[in-house]
């Protein structure tokens, strides 16, 4: 692999990893359980 496909392979797995923390994150209050105790610990 030569300088700019480590870059490109790099940026790959940060975007990758980002996705995965976003799908992580509930984007807005309504998808958050309002019975789980569990959840609302994370607040």
């Known amino acids: 692999m030569n300088g700019?496909?480590?870059r490109e392979?790099?940026?790959?797995?940060v975007k990758q990893?980002?996705?995965n923390e976003l799908?992580?994150?509930?984007?807005?209050?309504?998808e958050i359980p309002q019975?789980?105790?569990s959840a609302?610990?994370?607040?």
């Open 4 to 6: 700019s496909e480590t």
């Open 9 to 13: 392979f790099i940026g790959e797995a």
């Open 17 to 19: 990893q980002k996705m």
């Open 23 to 30: 799908a992580l994150i509930p984007s807005s209050p309504e």
């Open 35 to 37: 019975d789980d105790l």
């Open 40 to 43: 609302s610990s994370y607040y």
